[in-house]
């Protein structure tokens, strides 16, 4: 039996949202599935309608009014690619009241406002999908959530921001200066729309709180999870990668080592609930020899330790517009199949508190910061 067409809106079409909405325009037959219900476009939202036409979006589904593309009846599915925290949350939590299935890249959203969100969908019997929000266009969420399922996840960690693994890499590799490289990490599409989560750690925080998610079964509150280098002298260090100088990154190559920026979470033993996890967003030296060490550029890497499976690592593009828009179109295809959400059939997750994690050994760089050294084994 053919089943009706799901009437999408997208709302946002910069970097992923206009490869999302170039997909249903240049391949179609990309979008069908043998089992699902067809996708059709049926609106497109932006700020500035003149800039969005030009660069090829299509002028007749064009509206400047997201909030009334998601309450027009006839609009089945929303995609939130517009980012950043308001007006998005509001839009994603109306259409899931109102029944309809979101899906969104939004990690900020999805980290600060999970609980709530999820709380939203499974009232209403909504989907909500956000491979997206973690990972670009790396499947993570969805084989932590399914094919990982009869598995007890211990540990994760990982390079989740193409932001600063560009800029540590084109630091390391080619000796280029900080703000010189930020510039084409923006240039290429890869770091918000405001660098300053990228660089200070707040984006790879909200998407190990979102790996937690799935990982753990719990959420996470974004605020208590670290991203400070500690230094030599005990005085506060800076966030992120933001006080890595060129002097540390070609100390740390002497020695064996690259930095990257690892967020990690890890079970804290004894607490089966996984209620407490012990996390943080540190710039790490890395074995440059590692898996964790040879991901280069705007590449991710993420490592799950779990019972009986043992380590499986999944790696890609990070970022940038067609891979995150993979993901994107992988969820919408998973909505039209009735899939459900992001989180399939695991239970509701619980509130879960942040611990700093144990202090491990460290490599002193010139600049006085101390960099955490991931074990050798990775
Ligand atoms: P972007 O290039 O800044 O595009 C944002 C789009 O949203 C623009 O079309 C903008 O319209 C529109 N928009 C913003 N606020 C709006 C409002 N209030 N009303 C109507 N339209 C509005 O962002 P992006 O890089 O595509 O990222 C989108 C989302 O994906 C974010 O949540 C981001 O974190 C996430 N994400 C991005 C990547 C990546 O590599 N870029 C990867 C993974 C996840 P105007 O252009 O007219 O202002
Ligand atoms: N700004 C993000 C990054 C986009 O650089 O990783 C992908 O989430």
């Given amino acids: 039996m053919s089943r009706a067409p799901l009437r999408v809106a997208v709302l946002g079409a910069g970097t992923v949202g206009r490869e999302v909405v170039r997909a249903f325009l240049e391949r179609p037959r990309s979008l069908r599935t043998s089992d699902g219900a067809p996708l059709e476009l049926a609106g497109v939202a932006v700020r500035d309608l003149a800039k969005a036409a030009a660069g090829g979006m299509p002028a007749e589904l064009l509206s400047d009014g997201p909030a009334h593309l998601v309450a027009d009846p006839k609009i089945d599915v929303v995609v939130e690619l517009m980012g950043g925290g308001e007006p998005a949350r509001t839009l994603i939590a109306a259409a899931l009241a109102a029944g309809k299935d979101v899906v969104t890249a939004n990690k900020h959203v999805i980290a600060h406002h999970g609980e709530a969100l999820e709380a939203a969908a499974r009232a209403s019997g909504a989907q909500l999908r956000f491979e997206a929000a973690v990972g670009g266009g790396i499947p993570v969420l969805g084989p932590l959530a399914l094919d990982l399922a009869a598995n007890r996840v211990e540990a994760i960690r990982g390079i989740v921001n193409g932001t600063t ?214």
Wanted: proline residues 6%.
């Fill in 165 to 378: 693994n560009f800029i540590l890499t084109a630091m390391a590799e080619r000796g280029l200066a900080y703000a010189e490289v930020l510039a084409a990490a923006q240039a290429a599409g890869y770091a918000e729309a405001d660098p300053t989560g990228d660089v200070e750690g707040a984006d790879a925080v909200n998407k190990l709180v979102i790996l937690a998610r799935l990982a753990f079964g719990v959420w996470l509150e974004p605020g208590e999870v670290s991203v400070s280098t500690a230094r030599t002298d005990g005085s506060a260090g800076l966030s992120g990668i933001t006080g890595v100088t060129g002097a540390d990154v070609a100390a740390a190559k002497e020695a064996g080592f690259v930095l990257k920026l690892i967020a990690s979470a890890a079970r804290v033993a004894g607490d089966d609930r996984g209620a407490q996890v012990a996390a943080a967003v540190r710039t790490t030296a890395v074995p440059g020899e590692s898996p964790l060490g040879r991901t280069n550029g705007v590449l991710n890497r993420i490592e799950i330790d779990a019972e009986p499976v043992g380590r499986v690592a999944f790696s890609g593009p990070g970022a940038g517009g067609g891979a995150t828009a993979s993901a994107v179109l992988g969820d919408l295809l998973a909505v039209a199949r009735d899939l459900g959400s992001t989180w399939a059939g695991r239970p509701p997750a619980i509130r879960g508190t942040v611990v700093a994690p144990p202090v491990e050994p460290a490599f002193a760089g010139p600049s006085g910061a101390r960099y955490p050294i991931l074990e050798a084994a990775s």
